[in-house]
């Protein structure tokens, strides 16, 4: 998963999530993000990575599926 | 039949200021007549400008969880930690929580105008719409209160007041009646602004209002009442009052700092930018009303006073005229020529002066005031604060852009 090390990152750095509790299988609401946290978290992914992701597929509940998702879009923009 | 009215005492105050947090170092710094306005550079080296200014330090840690840092502008970070401070002062904070009733009385003038900066150069810059989801919750007006609302669990009303330079005061005003008049026991009330941000710095110097350096440097730059006065100083930071009635004080055991007796409001009705004295005179009429007192009660006054040419002359004229032959026995100063303008918080920090000059029965003075202006013939307490051994009463002055003024009245116990 190319995305997932700077997902745990923010995390870590603005959200401040105790980096032992960050696993693929965590819900992202489980780490104490609401709903305004988690728009503010992929809008800085899709920032770094330069994506622009539609609404309509931001449907994930764990961190895995998040990062999957984002690697989705890293892949398409790269092909 | 009118209903009682009750008591209404400050038990806290809070601060995040040019001079520090602490409110009584803040008074004594004040009373030696320090300046703490210098110049800083605005922008960048290639496109801003040096500009005077008084900044506030701020240091969030251990008061805003870093986890809140992201949706939170400069000036709700203020307004939380100046919040904090205040409850912490009135014993009334446990377990990071403050009293579950209070109300929270905010004044601010522009909002959350370093992420509205932010998001706008975002747009123009990079030519995108793609903005961040936290703009809206972090500009809008009242996010400061809301914050302070949330972090401390206070679930009485939480209210913002935007009347420019006279936020503050009206804040205070609103929360003094509302205890006075038996709505609430306890509320948090004053006011932030943190502007000091380029692009309001710019709009500040397009509107012409703005000090220019003295030749003392610029410490000596904010000259109210002097006769070479050029304009005001910004200023940022947070100044907040624990309000409560006399009864949950009583009930608690807390310790009264000084009581509010009487609050005035009215309006110019006449210019966006130019006041008049007839307000101002209308105002401080309806606070002393508001008392039940008399002109004579009145020992100190501590003026709006912004140093531009027009405002200080009419709010001198207004005094003569509302205090009658007893203007010339009052003193009355002008703390900004040492804390700068704070805007939405100026009000506040304001009175928070006031009420300490009657707790400590010492006026602060108008630094700088070497050469006065002949038309500013009142005692203006020039360049050194002195002490006022039978000071009862002290009433605090806030004029807005807008025309709205409001007065405060406060009484030492």
Known sequence: ?79 | MAAARRRVFATGMGLVSPHGGDPAEMFERVYAGESVIRKIRSGTPEFGSDVLAATAELDPTGIVPKAQLFVMDRVAQFAVVAAHRALTSARLLADNRGPAGAGVYLGCGLGGSHAIQDAYRVYYERHTRKLKPTVVPLIMANAAAAHISMRYAMRGPSLTYAIACASSAMAIGEAFRAIRDGYLECALAGGAEAMLNDGSVAAWEGLGVLAKEHADGPAASSRPFARDRSGFVLGEGAALLVLESEEATRQRRGEPLAEIVGFGAASDAYNLTQPVADGQVRAMRAALSDAGLATEAIGYINAHATATQAGDKAEIDAIKTAFGEHAWRLAVSATKSMHGHLVGAAGAIEFIITLLALRNRRLPPTANLTAPDPECDLDCVPCKGRPAPKLEYALSNSFAFGGSNAVLIGRRL
């Open chain 1, 1 to 79: 998963m190319t995305s997932y090390p700077y997902i745990a990152q923010v995390l870590i750095k603005k959200y401040d999530i105790d980096p032992e509790a960050i696993r693929p299988e965590a819900t992202l609401t489980d780490l104490g993000l609401d709903s305004l946290s988690i728009a503010e978290l992929m809008f800085d992914v899709e920032d770094n990575y330069d994506l622009d992701i539609p609404d309509s597929r931001m449907e994930f509940t764990t961190l895995g599926e998040a990062a999957a998702l984002v690697d989705e879009y890293i892949k398409l923009k790269g092909g």
